[in-house]
């Protein structure tokens, strides 16, 4: 058996917009969601540069148990799948009685482990923790959750593949579904947004110093970048059959054409030009297009020295003349790591879908490697059909997604 | 503080914490059955009684607590708080 894979709901909450329409407009704009958090500086943080969004209020819209349960991450993740599952019409009923799955890329839920740890540290009794914070702090914080307030019957699953995991995840799914496994899986991927999170990463000088220019830390691809900017959310992406989409009267948003993976084997936080180049080659592969079909590469570029110019090469090792536009909308979300895989795919689904292409803030000045790219530098009013969104993680874990137009003639 | 104050202190905290309506509780209305608490729960009402009377309760203290009039009475005996008769 061998479906075809679409998408037909998305929905977001990420610090360029908590709707799919307000990130496409921030996109259109090339709006940065980037700010300066003064307590990171107290804390003593190298960095106290971010992405931010608010955290929910759920009181109302779930009952207690299910509240006190949901990590930050997860309540973000719930509100992206509730705007998924609208555009997707899944509504309860359906859910009750089918086996829709759940993938969701999570690799830490730091937040909570640290809170509980420091109340049993102070109190000397493990249960003045509460009944909420096992569930909070299990890395698989967001499937247990969801699939238990959306009554999900499929697949439960997280997938842990670091700065990739939301892109690996959508990748699973799109081969579940593929083989025909599972009709509907819906996938996403989720970051907590707080210092636990955060402050061993920020201890390896892997963030932007750039803390006067907040906007311009995030600067993918440019000569000057000096580091990224973590930032988080929630992305939700339905992934399901075409059979199972036409069937139902849901919305076909694009097609996922291929899946590509691979694994550096080599250093644990270095990327290399290799294992990223052997993941473009397998998703164009299995994608069974032409190379020359691709017309935009969302990057993985999170604005280091070395991770963009190691992408740069991987690039213009694999395409070549082909000459595709290459962006990174991380120089506006800054770098949103384990939901960055399935935001990114959102993102250029938006951008395909009305027509333009967002610029790569702040590349001002290229690099050896970069000036081969065609990066844009302002919004391109200029549709495309199809895509390819890179995700690569601590370890070495290469994703590569390809997407496109259901359709396209090109 | 008085009993009758204890009491609406310790009302108003368990319709905070387990969102139940006001008027279900009694004195001798069954304290879980009318919160409506699990096995869960009850580790919040420890989280609860620590946080809001600076004492902890154990497992077996809940044994013998049937009613409200049995929480409250828990409540008085043991809490920091200066309850008068």
């Given at each position: 058996?061998?479906?075809?894979?679409?998408?037909?709901?998305?929905?977001?909450?990420?610090?360029?917009?908590?709707?799919?329409?307000?990130?496409?407009?921030?996109?259109?704009?090339?709006?940065?969601?980037?700010?300066?958090?003064?307590?990171?500086?107290?804390?003593?943080?190298?960095?106290?540069?971010?992405?931010?969004?608010?955290?929910?209020?759920?009181?109302?819209v779930l009952d207690r148990r299910e509240r006190i349960c949901l990590s930050e991450e997860a309540s973000y993740a719930y509100i992206a799948t509730r705007q998924a599952m609208e555009q997707a019409r899944l509504d309860s009923d359906y859910l009750e009685n089918h086996e829709v799955g759940?993938?969701?890329?999570?690799?830490?839920?730091?937040?909570?482990?640290?809170?509980?740890?420091?109340?049993?540290?102070?109190?000397?009794?493990?249960?003045?923790?509460?009944s909420g914070a096992i569930f909070q702090s299990m890395t698989s914080t967001v499937t247990m959750n969801l699939s238990v307030i959306f009554k999900l019957k499929g697949i439960n699953l997280t997938i842990s593949a670091a700065c990739a995991s939301g892109s690996h995840t959508?990748?699973?799914?799109?081969?579940?579904v593929r083989s025909g496994l599972q009709d509907i899986v819906v996938c996403g991927g989720a970051q907590e947004i707080n210092m636990p999170a955060v402050g061993s990463f920020d201890g390896i000088s892997a963030f932007s110093i750039r803390e006067d220019e907040p906007a311009r830390a995030s600067r993918p691809f440019d000569r000057d970048r000096d580091g990224l900017v973590p930032s988080g959310g929630a992305a939700?992406?339905?992934?399901?059959?075409?059979?199972?989409?036409?069937?139902?009267?849901?919305p076909i948003l694009a097609e996922i054409l291929g899946y590509g993976f691979s694994s550096n084997g080599d250093h644990i936080s270095v990327p290399n030009v290799w294992g990223p180049v052997r993941s473009l080659e397998m998703a164009v592969k299995a994608s069974g297009i032409n190379l020359r079909d691709i017309e935009y590469v969302n990057a993985h570029a999170t604005s280091t020295p070395v991770g963009d110019t190691n992408e740069a090469k991987?690039?213009?090792?694999?395409?070549?003349?082909?000459?595709?536009?290459?962006?990174?909308?991380?120089?506006?979300?800054?770098?949103?790591?384990?939901?960055?895989?399935?935001?990114?795919?959102?993102?250029?689904?938006?951008?395909?879908?009305?027509?333009?292409?967002?610029?790569?803030?702040?590349?001002?000045?290229?690099?050896?490697?970069?000036?081969?790219?065609?990066?844009?530098?302002?919004?391109?009013?200029?549709g495309f059909?199809?895509?390819?969104?890179?995700?690569?993680?601590?370890?070495?874990?290469?994703?590569?997604?390809?997407?496109r137009k259901l359709n396209s003639k090109k | 503080m008085t009993?009758?104050?204890?009491?609406?202190?310790?009302?108003?905290?368990?319709?905070?914490?387990?969102?139940?309506?006001?008027?279900?509780?009694?004195?001798?209305?069954?304290?879980?059955?009318?919160?409506?608490?699990?096995?869960?729960?009850?580790?919040?009402?420890?989280?609860?009684?620590?946080?809001?009377?600076?004492?902890?309760?154990?497992?077996?203290?809940?044994?013998?607590?049937?009613?409200?009039?049995?929480?409250?009475?828990?409540?008085?005996?043991?809490?920091?708080?200066?309850?008068?008769?």
């Open positions: 058996m061998n479906k075809r894979v679409v998408i037909t709901g998305m929905g977001i909450y990420s610090c360029i917009g908590k709707t799919l329409d307000e990130v496409a407009e921030s996109l259109y704009l090339g709006r940065s969601g980037v700010i300066f958090d003064p307590a990171r500086k107290a804390a003593g943080f190298r960095s106290s540069l971010t992405g931010t969004v608010e955290k929910p209020n759920l009181k109302g759940i993938m969701y890329g999570n690799d830490s839920s730091a937040d909570a482990v640290v809170s509980s740890v420091d109340v049993i540290r102070e109190k000397k009794d493990t249960t003045l923790v509460g959508i990748g699973l799914a799109s081969l579940l939700t992406v339905i992934v399901e059959s075409y059979e199972s989409a036409v069937r139902r009267g849901a991987a690039l213009n090792q694999v395409f070549g003349s082909v000459n595709p536009w290459v962006a990174s909308t991380k120089s506006m979300t800054g770098h949103e790591m384990w939901m960055a895989g399935a935001s990114e795919v959102i993102y250029s689904v938006l951008m395909m879908q009305r027509g333009f292409i967002a610029p790569n803030i702040n590349f001002e000045h290229p690099d050896e490697d970069s000036a081969r790219l065609r990066i844009p530098t302002q919004t391109i009013q200029s059909d199809c895509f390819l969104s890179n995700s690569f993680g601590f370890g070495g874990t290469n994703s590569s997604l390809v997407v | 009993r009758s104050e204890l009491i609406d202190k310790v009302n108003e905290v368990l319709i905070e914490e387990f969102e139940v309506d006001g008027s279900l509780i009694t004195p001798d209305a069954p304290l879980l059955a009318t919160l409506d608490l699990d096995s869960l729960d009850l580790v919040d009402m420890v989280v609860l009684v620590e946080q809001n009377f600076g004492f902890t309760v154990k497992a077996p203290d809940f044994a013998n607590i049937k009613t409200f009039n049995d929480f409250y009475n828990l409540i008085q005996e043991r809490t920091t708080l200066q309850v008068v008769a």
